[in-house]
């Protein structure tokens, strides 16, 4: 059985994504490979964001989380999407890559997560979103947004208490609440539910069952 590729815009290992992905994936193999392998300290400073809006938040072999350039990430990222020679991959990361070919049978977590939700979000709802960074808060606000959709975003780290975070779209009177980051994990999916009463949608989750579909 040959390995899913999977493409974190951080470094490898990365156990915490394949854990979860394996929940879904079951026994098939997974291979891990970073945008930011065998880069030091020093060389991954030099890709601090430019503003904002080209932030992208992810987590080095070493536990530790950093902020990188948007554009620097899909530079690396697209090294390694040419190196995969024709392999099935999923790219671990929520963010949209603007300039990329368009590779075949390459999983954008961000498309698959905005379809499901289109799909399946009641009419004329309130949206709950999660994210990472409060410096994303804003311009995920305006990518979640619809005509028919209100959207509310709050942000809370991987790993830390999402309570506070989930308490805010719980007094949003949200319909729906999206995990807007693949370092989020299944205990911060329960918490969020357990907290604000409704639907629960994970990145990881729901691009792994693709996945699973797709490699049968």
């Known amino acids: 059985m040959e390995p899913l590729l999977v493409l974190t815009i951080g470094q490898a290992p990365r156990d915490d994504i394949k854990k979860e992905l394996l929940q879904v994936l079951g026994a098939r193999p997974i291979e891990v490979r970073g945008a930011l392998d065998g880069l030091s300290t020093d ?13 992208f938040h992810t987590r080095l072999a070493n536990g530790a989380d950093v902020m990188i350039s948007k554009q620097a990430a899909t ?15 999923l790219v671990a990361c929520t963010g949209k890559f603007t300039g990329l070919p368009d590779y075949p049978n390459v999983l954008f977590p961000s498309t698959i997560l905005e379809g499901i939700v289109d799909a399946v979000a009641p009419a004329e709802c309130t949206l709950g979103v999660l994210v990472p960074l409060t410096e994303q808060v804003e311009s995920l606000a305006q ?12 942000a809370v780290k991987p790993g830390e208490d999402p309570r506070a975070a989930a308490a805010i779209l719980a007094g949003a009177a949200v319909d729906l609440v999206v995990l807007d980051c693949f370092g989020y994990e299944t205990s911060l999916l329960n918490q969020v539910r357990e907290t604000t009463g409704v639907p629960v949608l994970s990145a990881v989750r729901c ?3 693709i996945a699973s579909e797709l490699l049968g």
């Open 75 to 89: 530079i690396r990222l697209e090294k390694l999407l040419i190196e995969r020679e024709g392999r099935p991959v």
């Open 207 to 209: 691009t792994a069952h």
């Open 43 to 55: 060389e991954i400073a030099h890709l601090a964001p430019k503003n904002a809006s080209d932030t």
């Open 143 to 154: 990518q979640w947004q619809r005509s028919n959709r209100a959207v509310v975003v709050a």
